[in-house]
């Protein structure tokens, strides 16, 4: 599927299917500089329609990976995305061709700062600085490898979301429906400042060796436990917190009066923040915090969010969760808004729950309606018909 | 006025005011450990009347001291209450004798972590546990030694209201008035959460080495200044850093494609991060954050906050800001609706703000009218005349 003009190559080592494209294909950055080889990581789900226009293409958040709707072969973790993606679910595989990419700049097989660069040691942080666009300029070479003119929908939540709304912006014709839950159009100040507390845990740790570490053989785990910690809390509510811990005490009818986790609040997180460092990587968070920290739509439009969003031919719905403090629901109205001063088809759906930012990964039966309705009605819209599998 | 009896000292050296009780009257912990010798250093504005009926308790919070109304002589930063507390403001010092005491565990000259065990070498983790009652006992001791046998007013804001609020608890009879802002009777899980980031980031350098870094001579200043950072966000409402920062850069036109301090936000961060650790110690930083999280008041009285209260004879006021998050109005809220139930004397004021949890610390001038009837009422309600300097 591939054009024979591309200096790409298909392989699947270690239970990942990358595309690569060879040293004379460099993919351009938004900070001038490129990236040469560049090796794009992605999973499929489905079957790509005789007209291509069943693909779905699917952003992952932060820390994910391509592995929306399978265990990670590498990590053992399952399907990140279980009661969204598969077969019978509102992102029906029985009937759409799904896409997922892991993103420009992470560890899951994308070229990141952990890959070689051409001098064949690890880039660390000569890896140059990537933006959201250019993440998703990276999955628009996939996109067109793969012979897809047109995407019937690019979804996603947090920073998913920001790449599918990029997606829409940057090539309007190329995206039928976009879905974009639980984000933001521009990184707020108290996000860019949780995510600067990350990063300077991490480049506190002595282990870091200004992000020079692959060679030493020894990972700045502990300062990307305390990154994952501080985020982690930006996931959930505080009414999530409460409900879920409040001050209950970890396997113990007194508190130890020392530093142990005490609370069962500071085992879950110290839990969060291990088992994070051994399937990702440091530089990794850098980089990918460092893009989304950067991320302003409306600055690229001249500072008008319905600029980006013009006469676009795209049909939007954005999600948002009540309790979500990370990306709140504000932030998804200010999108909704923008995209009906733009003349777009947008609809707007805010949950109630108290989950929080994390609830879009989490079991919400309306937003699975909601999203289910909004796939649907857009399938109907494109004319795409049931396959013998699909919910009734 | 330290009773003749009290094995116990006063003293005055560089710049610190201190009351040190001997090895043999030992200070008894809620854990069940004791300290001593015990040192308490506190500082003193406006003169005690001859009755004794007018001593003001100020408590300070986390990372606060003594100087509440002068300039620290040991930083060099200037009083950290200028609005509240002096001649002609809401504490009145020409009308009332304000007492304010490092807390126990603290770094401002109070005996913690980094003051000399028995064997002479600094404490570090060999120092006990402390919780708020035992900052409180301690506070007790010098109040005692002063020869006040009924405070005025206990005052205090974030954690020193948590020790004001455990002042009119375990001492209902020394206590005449109480004013507890932007507090919390418990501390929450999601804050609890947070200062276990903060907890993790200092163990996680190296530098600190097992809390033993007093004789190494290195201190943990990164970890400590991640700490720093982590908490300061959450004393700032989202809003505050919109309306302050926003997406705004530092000293230049375009983002550096780096990690430099590019968001003015960051720039900020990172100094609050930096001049902490000049003025503050990691260990101190430990303990004082593990007996907030163990604050629990109503835990202490058969889990129901009233009961804490039951017939106190003590006047209330319980101030909380809209816009914090750290303590927000519901906690205050519950705090009021207690001392109702138990048939105290209490009101409830919540100041529209957007400034968050600091808004306590700074220009609120609805705060400081409030606060200030709530003390001259208070006043009037205990006969005290106004002196001649008083405000018209």
Chains 1, 2 share one sequence.
Not at 47 to 61: M, Q
Not at 140 to 146: M, N, R, V, Y
Not at 148 to 170: H, K
Not at 178 to 199: D, K, L, M, P, W
Request: glycine share 8%; charged share 15%.
């Amino acid at each position: 599927m591939i054009p024979a003009s591309a200096p790409a190559k298909w392989t699947a080592t270690g239970g990942l299917r990358t595309l690569v494209f060879a040293a004379n294909a460099p993919l351009q950055l938004s900070s001038g500089a490129h990236i040469a080889p560049l090796t794009i990581a992605f999973e499929t789900y489905g079957a790509l329609n005789t007209d291509k226009s069943n693909a779905i293409l699917v952003c992952h958040a932060l820390t994910g990976d391509q592995f929306v709707a399978s265990p990670n072969p590498i990590t053992g973790r399952p399907a990140w995305w279980p009661r969204i993606v598969g077969p019978g679910l509102p992102i029906d595989t029985n009937r759409f061709y799904v896409i997922c990419a892991n993103i420009l700049g992470g560890c899951m097989g994308a070229t990141g700062p952990a890959s070689p660069a051409p001098d064949g040691a690890a880039y660390g942080l000569r890896f140059p600085a990537v933006t959201v666009a250019d993440m998703v300029r990276a999955q628009a070479q996939l996109i067109e490898a793969l012979g897809i003119s047109s995407l019937f929908c690019v979804i996603g939540g947090s920073i998913g979301g920001m790449q599918a709304l990029q997606w829409a912006a940057a090539y309007p014709k190329r995206v039928f429906a976009c879905a974009a839950i639980a984000t933001a159009a521009r990184h707020s100040a108290q996000n860019i400042a949780f995510y600067e507390v990350g990063r300077q845990a991490i480049m506190a740790d002595p282990d870091w060796r200004g992000g020079d570490y692959v060679k030493h053989g020894v990972r700045p785990a502990k300062g990307l436990a305390v990154a994952r910690m501080a985020a982690h809390i930006t996931y959930m509510s505080e009414a999530a917190l409460k409900h879920k811990f409040d001050r209950e005490l970890q396997a113990r009818d007194e508190v130890s009066f020392g530093f142990d986790a005490d609370f069962q609040v500071e085992s879950y997180l110290r839990h969060q923040g291990a088992s994070f460092v051994d399937r990702f990587d440091a530089n990794s968070y850098l980089y990918i915090t460092r893009a989304v920290d950067y991320f302003d739509l409306a600055a690229d439009y001249g500072g008008a969010l319905a600029q980006a969003f013009k006469d676009s031919p795209t049909r939007f719905c954005v999600f948002a969760f009540s309790s979500d403090w990370h990306y709140p629901p504000a932030e998804n109205r200010a999108i909704a808004r923008a995209l009906v001063a733009a003349g777009a088809e947008a609809s707007y759906v805010e949950i109630e729950t108290d989950k929080g930012h994390d609830a879009f990964l989490l079991e919400e039966p309306a937003f699975e309606s909601a999203l289910t309705g909004f796939i649907d009605a857009a399938a109907a819209a494109r004319g795409l018909t049931l396959n013998a599998g699909a919910r009734a």
